[in-house]
T-cell receptor, first 117, second 112 residues
């Protein structure tokens, strides 16, 4: 989890409330992503960014907004929380794929465990 | 959305045994990645594979990019208790890792 921080670590929301999950990286990576992980499933992509000012939707974007005003920060906003958004949320920061040479870097944050009642 | 088929779902092995797990897809990937996740933490990247047939090692871990580009394999030799965790495969169709598709995970338990 080197270099990627997420806050808060735990959060309980009531249905309809909004909140922002924070993610920051200090490795100067251009690429960042948000995933959610539900029991018995792998990670599913919510939104991603290929650089400051550029974001796009992943597999499960509904109910979430993102922005990327700086290289370091990539917050995820829940607009109106629903019980279906109860999950563990992971932010990732990574370099570009190197192709046949070089090293690929990718780091996940420690996660935010969100419960919506 | 698509998720990769990963097997087995779980494994209970004794310390010292070798472990094999695999991941299959209905479509071609041009990059395969393998991760380990421990309780309460995010996944940690173990191995990245970039071309069909590639075999890459990281200590006691060896992973292979299948020649059909629709599968990948991870082997762990001489397992130890700290190998316990969930192992995930992931792949991408595109030239970047922005859009990864993850497998459902293999839970590994190691007994003494």
């Amino acid at each position: 989890n080197a270099g990627v921080t997420q806050t808060p670590k735990f959060q309980v929301l009531k249905t309809g409330q909004s909140m922002t999950l924070q993610c920051a990286q200090d490795m100067n990576h251009e690429y960042m992503s948000w995933y959610r992980q539900d029991p018995g499933m792998g990670l599913r992509l919510i939104h991603y960014s290929v650089g400051a000012g550029i974001t796009d939707q992943g597999e499960v974007p509904n109910g979430y907004n993102v922005s990327r005003s700086t290289t370091e920060d990539f917050p995820l906003r829940l607009l109106s929380a629903a019980p279906s958004q109860t999950s563990v949320y992971f932010c990732a920061s990574f370099s570009d794929l190197p192709g046949l040479a070089g090293a690929y870097e990718q780091y996940f944050g420690p996660g935010t465990r969100l419960t919506v009642t | 959305g698509q998720q990769l088929n990963q097997s087995p779902q779980s494994m209970f092995i004794q310390e010292g045994e070798d472990v094999s797990m695999n991941c299959t897809s209905s479509s071609i990937f041009n990059t395969w990645l393998w991760y380990k996740q421990e309780p309460g933490e995010g996944p940690v990247l173990l191995i990245a594979l970039y071309k069909a047939g590639e075999l890459t090692s990281n200590g006691r871990l060896t992973a292979q990019f299948g020649i059909t580009r629709k599968d990948s394999f991870l082997n762990i030799s001489a397992s130890i208790p700290s190998d316990v965790g969930i192992y995930f495969c992931a792949g991408t169709h595109t030239g970047t890792a922005s859009k990864l598709t993850f497998g459902t995970g293999t839970r590994l338990q190691v007994t003494l």
